[in-house]
């Protein structure tokens, strides 16, 4: 069975960084697409990066803005996600998840697994 575990959120300030972590186990990552959503309270869940088995990533636009660095770790199962400059707005449970093919992809329906989720607060 696949779980996939994320860590590294917390309370942070205005203009602060983070680094979030998903580990996966059960199934390799090698030849899966691996993304990054987020769900802010009262709001729908939202694409935040992805990244495909061959390191290309894609990212949404209107989050991103040069502040946001997916990467992978295939030897340690690995996904991270690199986050700069955080604003209050960025404050929701960030989610992991494993896709059901090699490729990117930016729509929930496109993940076959998920974590459970890392609370990322944004305030002074």
């Known amino acids: 069975q696949v ?3 994320e860590s590294g959120g917390g309370l ?5 960084s ?6 996966v186990s059960g ?8 993304g990054w959503f987020r769900q802010a309270p009262g709001k729908e869940r939202e694409f935040v990066a992805a990244i495909d088995y061959d390191d290309r990533t ?10 946001l660095v997916i990467s992978r770790d295939n030897f340690r199962n690995t996904v ?3 986050m700069n400059y955080r604003e209050p707005e960025d404050t929701a449970v ?3 998840a494993l896709g059901k093919t090699e490729a990117i992809a930016t729509r929930p329906g496109e993940y076959e697994a998920w974590g459970q989720g890392t609370q990322v607060t944004v305030s002074s």
Do not use: D, E, K
């Open 18 to 23: 983070l680094r979030l972590a998903c580990v």
């Open 12 to 16: 942070v300030q205005p203009g602060g």
């Open 94 to 96: 960030y989610y992991c």
């Open 58 to 67: 894609s990212y949404n636009p209107t989050l991103a803005q040069g502040r």
């Open 3 to 5: 779980q996939l575990v």
């Open 80 to 82: 991270r996600l690199q």
């Open 27 to 34: 199934r390799s990552i090698n030849w899966h697409g691996m």
